[in-house]
């Protein structure tokens, strides 16, 4: 039966880990932003190849339509009139009324002026000899023009043109075509010009400027929603991934993501549940070797595996063994000897891990601890001292608590007033490290300072004192730890130089 995915448990003062970042920081928002830049890209290039084609379309159409109009009225003019009515001084020629109403009569509402130029005593300043408007007031006849800019105008005295861009004159801005009139002789002498306003022109790049806005206004649409789609994608499954690494980062190996999804947020979640799978297991032999070897030594060989040897290292030593042990044995059954043995250690460990220090082995009712190994220690003297000191308050509490139980009149009944125990403590040089073989091997130190510290516990029987320390270790004290009584020296064996012994 498959369990339930497990919801990563809330991490303490922890909010929605999205929301500690700026809108631009977020990756879904940067990923759509980066397709929305894309799609406008297209949009915009698409609009102005739209854009441009529509318009020359537009022009092109409406362009040969004017030109044929133009042709149209041009050879609809007789040439010999055209001469032989010169260029009158008002327009009541018969033949100006004529054009005007034939003009007039076009009937296309796109047209708004026709007109007929002729050419003056400079090729490029013409004179009007017709003009005909829809709306506007037309030209006098006779009245100058000047197409010296204008040289698709003066093409159209030799033969049919539709001007490429607007032109703008007094009359406004107007698309233009042209057809030749020539004389008797054959050579150009008039043109007929026809106007069409820039609103027919406008009119067709608005459609397109209008469906251009309307697309870019969907596309945006249409991103958004695939935004809130994407972020809500990606949004969710990153704020549990982030939320499991912090439950993780406190201890909960427990959190599992089991996300069912086939995508690269799926496969992420699966590598992320098999690597919390490892760390649990890892956590429980960790655990577990802990309450074997020292936390610190359980580290070490966890992260830096089992190998043989170690380092020279200056520490302190501190050796323990409780005073009349073989008594409280004789006292107490198999099982309460047990019990308490467990609770006295138990409350020494306490001590001992306190101040940071490394409990080496437990020989039977006597602890040898280390304080400067595995982990590096400045102060390691002193805390072996202030130990040394809180392992004879917990002893005390000890037996206050078998007094109440009645533990303690069983040893009192053998000749035992309470339980008390003798503390050696000395500074020196050990090597610490992996001892024994390839296949079994604990962490061990080695070295004269374990033999001085193991003396200095047992001068205590002799000297009738409970803790006593090394003249090496007195020096490293601070000064409200260095008080102490001398007691001498003594020779230890292997020592070539006595050793100063303090009483603290």
């Not at 005007?100 to 050419?119: E, K, M």
């Not at 044995?329 to 306190?354: F, K």
């Not at 040898?368 to 202030?386: K, M, S, Y």
């Amino acid at each position: 039966m498959t369990p339930p995915p497990a919801t990563p448990r809330p991490v303490s003062g922890h909010l929605d880990p999205i929301l500690e970042l700026r809108s631009w920081q977020r990756f879904h928002l940067r990923i759509t932003m980066l397709y929305a830049a894309a799609v406008f890209a297209v949009l915009t290039v698409s609009a102005v190849v739209a854009y441009t084609a529509a318009t020359g379309a537009a022009k092109a159409s409406l362009g040969d339509h004017m030109r044929a109009t133009a042709e149209q009225y041009a050879a609809g003019i007789d040439p010999q009139q055209l001469v032989d009515a010169g260029l009158p001084a008002s327009g009541d020629h018969p033949l100006q009324a004529r054009l005007r109403q034939w003009f007039g009569r076009a009937g296309d509402p796109r047209i708004a002026s026709v007109y007929v130029l002729l050419h003056d005593d400079d090729p490029t300043q013409l004179r009007f000899f017709v003009d005909w408007t829809a709306d506007q007031e037309p030209a006098d006849p006779g009245e100058r023009y000047d197409a010296s800019e204008l040289p698709e105008m003066l093409q159209g005295f030799h033969e049919p043109v539709t001007e490429q861009e607007m032109t703008r004159d007094r009359w406004g801005l107007s698309f233009s075509s042209y057809a030749p009139v020539h004389g008797p002789d054959g050579r150009p002498y008039a043109l007929v010009g026809v106007d069409v306003s820039a609103e027919d022109v406008w009119a067709v790049q608005r459609t397109v400027l209008w469906w251009t806005v309307v697309t870019w206004l969907g596309a945006a649409l249409l991103i958004a929603g695939v935004s809130v789609v994407v972020g809500r994608n990606v949004r969710d499954p990153l704020t549990r991934v982030i939320d499991a690494t912090a439950a993780i980062a406190q201890g909960q190996f427990d959190v599992r993501l089991r996300l069912a999804r086939s995508d690269e947020f799926g496969l992420m979640a699966r590598h992320f549940d098999r690597m919390a799978e490892g760390l649990a297991e890892r956590e429980v032999i960790r655990e577990t070797f802990g309450r074997y070897v020292a936390p610190d030594v359980a580290k070490a060989l966890l992260a830096d595996g089992a190998h043989l040897g170690g380092e020279k290292r200056e520490v302190t030593v501190l050796f323990t063994d409780l005073r009349g042990y073989s008594t409280v044995s004789e006292a107490l059954d198999p099982v309460q000897l047990v019990g308490l043995s467990n609770t006295y250690l138990g409350r020494m460990q306490q001590a001992i891990d306190a101040e940071g220090g490394t409990v080496i082995e437990f020989l039977g009712d006597a602890i040898l601890a280390v304080f400067g190994a595995p982990t590096p220690q400045a102060d390691h003297p002193a805390r072996a001292v202030r130990c040394a000191l809180h392992m004879r308050e917990l002893l005390a509490e000890l037996n206050a608590e078998a007094q109440q139980s009645g533990l303690a009149q069983l040893w009192e009944q053998a000749g035992l007033e309470a339980l008390s125990h003798r503390v050696g403590v000395h500074t020196g040089t050990v090597v610490a490290g992996n001892i024994g073989s390839a296949t079994r091997m604990k962490y061990a130190i080695v070295g004269d300072a374990v033999n001085v510290a193991a003396r200095l516990e047992q001068l205590n029987k002799q000297l009738g004192t409970e803790v006593l320390v090394s003249g090496e270790t007195l020096a490293r004290l601070p000064k409200e730890l260095a008080t102490a009584d001398a007691r001498g020296e003594i020779k230890v064996k292997g020592r070539s130089e006595p050793v100063q012994v303090f009483a603290v």
